[in-house]
């Protein structure tokens, strides 16, 4: 199946800073890239879905100007978390999709995930 | 928004046994997908179906796309210890548009006793 990858796998900061999350699919032209965050025993739940060349669009809740997202280029996408607090602790994942390539129609491949440890 | 019902929220069965899992919805979705994810990794796609009715095995997995396209089932058959992990159904709708969006069930939990 196709890849997805993301860096870092871990991190940890201080309360204040910023943080970035690279998400890349590796064998395909994802058309659309998806960030989800999850917390401890539960489900993923949608932030936002960015389109290749346009805007993110973000899910109701979520902050567009805490949780920055660039999807500059077919295979990448970036998540920034500006000004991160200890409540923004979370695994951050991210899923891309194609309608076109390696990857089936339709289908999305999500990456191993980010841990966020904010201090 | 949509929402999906997936059941059950766990299960302990030994090693050998077939293991059933569903989830339903009161909207009509036009993919489902089934994803199983290890802790401290993110979901791995196992089955994607496309269309109602359809029936897709792959090695020990079978799932099925209702045909109301509000259901969905996956059945595990002669289950292994790695088959541990948490099982989330997806559904997803308008696959072919840009407001494209799966929405996940709660995830089922399953432990496998050796």
């Known amino acids: 199946g196709a890849v997805v990858s993301q860096h870092p796998s871990w991190v940890i900061c201080k309360s204040g800073t910023s943080v970035k999350i690279e998400c890349r699919s590796l064998?395909?032209?994802?058309?659309?890239m998806f960030w989800y965050r999850q917390f401890p025993k539960q489900s993923l739940m949608l932030m936002a879905t960015?389109?290749?060349?346009?805007?993110?669009?973000?899910e109701q809740g979520v902050e567009k100007d805490k949780f920055l997202i660039n999807h500059a280029s077919l295979t990448l996408s970036t998540l920034t978390v500006t000004s991160a607090h200890p409540e923004d602790s979370s695994f951050y994942i991210c899923?891309?999709?194609?309608?076109?390539?390696?990857?089936?129609?339709?289908?999305?491949?999500f990456g191993p995930g980010t841990r966020l440890t904010v201090l | 928004g949509q929402q999906l019902n997936q059941s059950p929220q766990s299960m302990f069965i030994q090693e050998g046994e077939d293991v059933s899992m569903n989830c339903t919805s009161s909207s009509i979705f036009n993919t489902w997908l089934w994803y199983k994810q290890d802790p401290g990794e993110g979901p791995v796609l196992l089955i994607a179906l496309y269309k109602a009715g359809e029936l897709t095995s792959n090695g020990r997995l079978t799932a099925q796309f209702g045909i109301t396209r509000k259901d969905s089932f996956l059945n595990i058959s002669a289950s292994i210890p790695s088959d541990v992990g948490i099982y989330f159904c997806?559904?997803?709708?308008?696959?072919?548009?840009?407001?494209?969006?799966?929405?996940f069930g709660k995830g089922t939990l399953l432990t496998v006793n050796p």
């Open positions: 960015s389109n290749e060349g346009s805007k993110a669009t973000y």
């Open positions: 997806a559904g997803g709708s308008n696959s072919g548009g840009s407001n494209y969006k799966l929405t």
């Open positions: 899923s891309a999709r194609s309608l076109r390539g390696l990857a089936a129609m339709g289908t999305q491949y």
């Open positions: 064998d395909f032209q994802a058309t659309t």
